[in-house]
């Protein structure tokens, strides 16, 4: 019987998506609201980490009221969706996407942004047709990704976790990887800095392009 062909299965937000500058202007605005000093790209790298609450409470050393982190959340989206609109894909996102595809590999995304926002977004590039399911968050935000990942894999036909590869930018990713099965590669051109990533126990690459190279080899 022939095996399952390779499965990459591609974060959107740092990821696929360069949108780690308008992710800063609308943290810093979030933060604004209750007070806390802005916080620099280097800083937001070494901190971050979901679920978004703990990455909350290690800047102010406690964790938000419900009252807070309602008032934050609303206003990092109310900002994110103003700064996105400069935003695209990652330096050579489009290519690598059409060379897996052009190889006969499948490929899909999983974000835990909006799944609502997510569809007309990836339309909008014109990048939908390269995958064979586009799912993004459908509940409250600031969960974890595994049960997302889980649900998502076991919904493609023909698609074997032992066989996929995650390319994220956030730890979260690698373990909803290896709570799925599947392998995980993580960028350090989003969320995370190379340091914080590293703890995860998969490989950390900088570039998308050596992303793909070791999913393929990962997934060999």
Same mark, same amino acid.
């Not at 807070?68 to 690598?96: I, K, N, P, S």
């Not at 569809?119 to 399911?133: K, Q, T, W």
């Given at each position: 019987?022939?095996?399952? +062909?390779?499965?990459?299965?591609? #974060? ?6 360069? #949108? %780690? #500058? ?16 802005? %916080?620099?790209? @280097?800083?937001?790298?070494? $901190? ?17 009221? @419900? ?23 990652? @330096?050579?996102? @489009?290519?690598? $996407? ?17 799944? #609502? ?7 909008? $590039?014109? %990048? +939908?047709?390269?995958?064979?399911? &586009? ?31 995650? %390319?994220?930018?956030? +730890? ?29 126990? &998969? ?7 050596? +992303? ?9």
């Amino acid at each position: 019987m022939r095996k399952p +062909a390779a499965h990459i299965v591609w #974060d959107w937000n740092g990821t696929l998506f360069h #949108d %780690i #500058d308008a992710v800063i202007a609308a943290t810093n605005s979030a933060f604004a609201e209750i007070g806390l000093e802005p %916080i620099t790209l @280097e800083r937001y790298r070494e $901190l971050y980490c979901v679920p978004v609450p703990v990455f909350y409470e290690r800047l102010m050393g406690r964790r938000p009221t @419900e009252a807070e982190w309602l008032v934050m959340d609303a206003t990092f989206h109310r900002h994110y969706t103003e700064q996105r609109v400069g935003c695209g894909l990652a @330096e050579g996102a @489009e290519a690598l $996407l059409a060379a897996w595809q052009g190889a006969g590999r499948s490929q899909s995304i999983l974000s835990m942004f909006g799944h #609502d926002e997510l569809i007309p977004l990836v339309r909008g $590039l014109g %990048i +939908a047709s390269r995958f064979i399911r &586009v799912e993004g968050r459908t509940g409250p935000s600031g969960g974890s990704k595994s049960a997302y990942m889980v649900r998502h894999l076991a919904a493609l036909e023909s698609v074997e976790p032992g066989r996929t590869v995650v %390319i994220g930018d956030a +730890a979260d990713d690698a373990v909803a990887a290896r709570d799925a099965g599947a392998h995980a590669v993580l960028y350090t051109g989003g969320s995370h800095s190379w340091s914080s990533l590293a703890v995860a126990g &998969v490989p950390v690459v900088d570039t998308l392009a050596e +992303a793909v190279q070791v999913a393929e080899d990962l997934a060999a």
